[in-house]
C-alpha cells in the first residue's frame, strides 16, 4: 500500500508520508450520539468491523532552501505498551521512510502540532538519541505547559511513555516554544493556534504562488465532525474550545477555497470544504 503522496503548493514541494494505520472504536470518535445513528452516518464511508481506520501521518515540506517537518508520527520502537486497554507494538513507518529517503538529518525545522503520541513519538529512538538533533523543533508553549507541568501521569500508559521519552527531553534540544495567535516561520508558512483538541494544537498554513494547504492536525477526526459539528469524540479536552476553533479553520479555508490535509481521514486526507444552506461538507481532491 502506498505510503508516501507528493504534491505542490506553488513552489513548495510537498510529501505526505502514512506513519502508521490505527483503528478506533465508534465509540471514540462518537461520544454523544447512540451508536445506532453514527453506524447508520458511517454506511458512506470506510468501516471495518465496528472499527474506523485512522492513518497517522506527517507532512514535509521543501522550500529552495529548507527542510521542514510538521509532526513525527508514532515512532518505531519493540517495546509493547498499552493503548485503550490493549498490549500494542507501536511499528510507525516516518522514521524508517525519512532514513531510506536520505532526509533524517537534512531536516530544518519540526513543527510539533501538538504533543499527542502519534504527532510527537518518533522524536527519540529507543536508545534515547534524538532522531532530530540538527533541527529547531517548535511547539506552542500552552502545548508544552499543559504536558510538562499541567499533565497527571498515570492516566495512559502510551500518553505517558510519551512525554517521559519523547517530550521532557526536548528542554536540552533547539527548541523555540511560541505564544502568538499566529506566527510565520519562513515566508509563506504560518502557525494557527487552534486550541480545543489540545490548549496549544497548531494548524499550519501554507501559501505560495497563490495557492494554499491548511494543515489542520486533529482539528477533526473524521469527515462526519465537518457534517456534524456538535458530535464529539472523547480525546478534545475542551469541546467549545474546539468548536470555536473548527469554526474558524472552516470559514477560512471555504472562504479562500483552500485545500486541506486532515490527519485521519483517509490517506492522504487531501480535500476541501463545501457549504450548502449553511451545511458544510468535505469534498476529496481526486
Partial sequence: MKRLHSFKVGNFKCTLFKDFLYRYRITDYFQNVSTEVAVQALEKFSVIEGMIPSPYVALLVETDDKKILVDTGVGKRSQILEFKGHQFRFEGQLIPDLIANSLLDKIDKVILTHLHPDHAGGLFSEDKKCLFSNSEI?????????????????????????????????????????????LEIIPGINLI??????????????????????????????????????????????????????????????????????????????????????????????
Avoid at 152 to 160: A, I, K, T
Avoid at 244 to 249: F, V
Wanted: negative net charge; charged residues 20%; glycine residues 4%.
Fill in 138 to 182: 517548535i511547539i506552542h508553549q500552552a502545548e508544552w505547559d499543559y504536558w510538562c507541568r499541567d499533565y497527571r501521569m498515570g492516566s495512559s500508559p502510551l500518553f505517558d511513555y510519551t512525554i517521559q521519552e519523547q517530550v521532557n527531553p526536548l528542554k536540552d534540544q533547539y527548541l523555540t516554544l511560541i505564544d502568538k495567535p499566529e
Fill in 193 to 286: 493556534h487552534i486550541p480545543g483538541h489540545t490548549p496549544g494544537q497548531l494548524a499550519v498554513h501554507l501559501n505560495s504562488n497563490g495557492e494554499n494547504l491548511l494543515y489542520i492536525s486533529d482539528a477533526w477526526l473524521h469527515p462526519l465532525h465537518i457534517e456534524h459539528l456538535d458530535w464529539r469524540n472523547v480525546v478534545d479536552l475542551d469541546h467549545e474550545l474546539a468548536n470555536k476553533s473548527k469554526l474558524r479553520l472552516l470559514n477560512m479555508a471555504y472562504d479562500n477555497s483552500m485545500l486541506l490535509q486532515t490527519f485521519h481521514f483517509d490517506f492522504p486526507g487531501l480535500g476541501r470544504i463545501d457549504k450548502l444552506n449553511n451545511n458544510w461538507s468535505w469534498v476529496i481532491e481526486e
